[in-house]
DNA sequence: GATGAATGAGTGTTCATTCAT
DNA sequence: GATGAATGAACACTCATTCAT
């Protein structure tokens, strides 16, 4: 029994190691490359497993490519619900969020996320149902950032003459990881400064006074 | 002989239609389902040439998609420098610019050149020289974006205390498309309107005062 | 206008042939390995064509099966659907019948058609609707050799106490690849002889005196 | 040491009773999809066992299909040759004989051996060395009906002017799992009954009378 | 002995590209 | 020039077999 006892969760332990591994090197890949040029063999290969391991943990190419995208989406997801839960002003809630995003995007899960998201064939990933919510990914995203902006409509903090889906729309171009990467690569900012800029052009345009 | 001078021009005129016709076949095509999910033949069948046809006019499937992008680069490219060169403001040209690029959305042209260039494969397309110009694209884009910036905050039009990369970044993902699509299609923006709303956010908040 | 006329007929021609080639090649390949040890590979070289050129003709390894099955099928329905409609007596029928299909054996059609048959997967296209007939191949079968049986049965030709699905069975074994292709191959008997002293023992046995 | 010694050979009769358990439980999965479909890992999990424990009993797949066929075919030679040996005449002998294949085959085992005799890979199992015997199964087989009837010639019970092979070819075929299915299954003929009818055609056609 | 994770050869299928007609 | 049949490299995926635990 404690043979048994001690032997299973190693084993599990080392399969999640392992699949963590997948998981993280299939992203790099998919980054690096794109999707179709990535090939089941190259990330075997990176990974240092045979091309047959892959299926022990994912179904197909495509479930791979998922569980990465989920993955990102309810940690992105989790990021926006535990702004708006929390007790900041809207507006702090909003330059909360994007230091938030512009140190994660240091992880390189946002890029991804945009990058499939500009592939038609991936773009409906984010248009299904995610993980244990009902609703797309990207329509609890709108809805969760469309709450904070219309509370700081209500508290007179926003300006309520701008229509909210375009305050809304700009708040997502601000995170595009287009927009971020050059000016971390080519300009060191840090995310930091990075997201103090941006909320500050973004405020100052949406503010009410 | 004479035969001959008399059909070439006729010839000639058939094959530039022809070819025409290919490259906006082949970018709507692109546009609707990505690069790789494409075929040559179903370009060609949409046509209404044979698949070899295709290739007496591009090389290859990625000179195609090439010859695309660096049609939609002139034209972007041609609209900013046109803009540069009016007699208008700083803060006008960034009102008119944007008009333009969202009157031309329609067109679709800027969004295949946003969705090719979440293709890291694409990518490099955007990065290296085009057309005539010895600089790449992107950057011939940022600099004249730069300029006008650059000219506003002389002209004590813009904050001289925000980063002039910031700014441009933001106007880029200004007129991303994503940004774009979603108020297009589901709010039923106007191009004026929104080119509108947006500079007003832009300029409120690059603005001096 | 001529040029294509006499184009075109040429290409379909030699595509028939191709065809004809391929499925001839592939029919034999099957037998001699069966499905599952049979690759499209080994077919492609042994007609002499890349793997890609098989599947201009045949849209999967299953479909070329089929396409075999299907016509072997149908020519065998067609040859006992011919000996029902034929002014014979039943006893007659049967032995033309078993004439014509011991020649045709060495056609090796009704081979595949068994060895197939013996796969559980392949079971089903036997059993599936066939060509133009709504009925599976099988049930059409077995209808057209019972009508000859109840025929006979009411001629007072055979023998009305044995039970028809039992006669209709032995008919088919009868017939049995592997009834006859020792027969041939150590004994060196024609399909003739065979034919002959199968109907004589078949009918020695049901017939009513 | 001792404990060794005691458990041994409780051992042994665990390995054989799993032996024998993986032999059933393949033969029936193997009946049921065919070889090719059938995975090791299925067979396994019926079993109740993992895929290594397969392989602690049997070299590979094709020694497990060639197991399961030999005892088949031992158990089949053996109740041929028991007929043979017995005191019957040979009109009895192939009754016998008949009404003993019937029964068995609702166990299942002349069903596979036919299955996989189609399959060509299969076939040159029943024509090696089988077990214990220097013949190929299906010779000696083919000697002990042989046999049978050739006694029956010289005792005037059968046709003498009928050629011998045609006439064991035809016994082979009445005992076809293909003949019988049907009838058992959509007609519930018992075997008593199948095997007498069979018989009765059989001898009718083959009798002197 | 028993396990089942890991392996990697093998195969069906696609599709950009070529070239004979 | 135009065609589209032919090509074959490339790749996702399977599964019998092995072996560390």
Redesign the interface.
């Known amino acids: 029994m404690q043979k048994v006892q001690m032997h299973t969760p190693l084993r599990e332990k080392q399969r999640q190691e392992r699949e963590a591994l997948i998981l993280e090197t299939a992203e790099r890949v998919f980054?690096?490359?794109?999707?179709?040029?990535t090939s089941i063999d190259e990330i075997a290969t990176r990974v240092g497993v045979a091309k047959g391991t892959i299926y022990l943990h994912f179904a197909s190419k495509e479930d791979l490519v998922k569980a990465i995208v989920q993955r990102s989406m309810v940690a992105f997801v989790r990021d926006v619900k535990d702004a708006v839960a929390s007790k900041l002003t809207p507006g702090e809630k909003i330059e909360t969020l994007l230091l938030r995003i512009y140190t994660r995007f240091f992880r390189e899960e946002i890029r991804l996320l945009?990058?499939l998201?500009?592939?038609?064939?991936m773009k409906r990933l984010a248009e299904e149902e995610h993980g244990h919510s009902a609703k797309p990914f990207i329509n609890e995203l709108i809805e969760l950032v469309t709450e904070i902006i219309e509370a700081g409509k209500a508290a007179k903090e926003f300006d309520s003459s701008?229509?909210t889906?375009?305050?809304v729309?700009?708040f997502?171009?601000?995170i595009?990881p287009?927009?971020?990467e050059?000016?971390f690569n080519?300009?060191g900012?840090t995310p930091a400064e990075?997201a103090s800029?941006?909320a500050?052009?973004?405020?100052?345009?949406?503010s009410a006074h």
Chains 1, 2, 3, 4 share one sequence.
């Open positions: 980054l690096e490359k794109g999707y179709h040029e945009y990058s998201y500009s592939n038609p064939e701008l229509p889906p375009v305050m729309s700009i997502f171009c601000l595009s287009r927009t971020g050059r000016l080519e300009y900012f990075l800029h941006l500050r052009i973004y405020f100052r345009g949406i």
